[in-house]
């Protein structure tokens, strides 16, 4: 396999998220989350992103990779990528692990960021965004979308 670029995603909470139906935390509601981010490889001793999220999640994003192997299906170029990933945003950071395949021909990839911890505003806070989208593996570059769920339980 050729060497590969993978792409990083961290994301800001706006105050003025909506609130679902779900009780939540005493003083935060659970918060759907969604928006768009656009990502650039950054220089470090593994592979780095560093992303700026816009929408519900409004921030920047730290990605470093943590491992990444072949996916192993016949006559594709797939390879599964687990990374740490931290966002900062003006109201706290958010912390957690992400996990996708990524398509090194098309550019396609799709994972899972699954935030564990929170600081600030964001202290309590947890659960999953999806990601999707496109980092160039040529140029280091990519426009993404995220959708995900907080909670604060």
């Not at 550019?107 to 980092?135: N, P, Q, R």
Request: glycine share 12%; net charge negative.
């Amino acid at each position: 396999m050729r060497p590969t670029l993978v792409f990083v995603a961290a994301c800001g909470i706006a105050i003025a998220a909506p609130a679902i139906a779900s009780p939540g935390h005493a003083h935060h509601p659970d918060r759907v989350v969604a928006g768009t981010l656009t990502t650039e490889v950054t220089p470090c001793d593994s592979l780095c992103t560093e992303s700026e999220w816009t929408g519900v999640l409004d921030g920047v994003s730290s990605f470093s990779l943590i491992s990444m192997s072949d996916a192993d299906i016949p006559g594709e170029n797939v390879s599964r990528f687990h990374g740490h990933l931290a966002l900062s945003t003006a109201h706290g950071d958010l912390i957690g692990t992400d996990l996708g395949v990524w398509n090194l021909d098309s550019g396609h990839y799709v994972d899972v960021y699954t935030v564990t911890s929170g600081s600030d505003e964001l202290a309590g806070a947890s659960g999953v965004i999806v990601l999707f989208g496109t980092l160039d593996p040529v140029t280091g570059s990519g426009f993404s979308h995220y959708q995900g769920l907080l909670t604060w339980r």
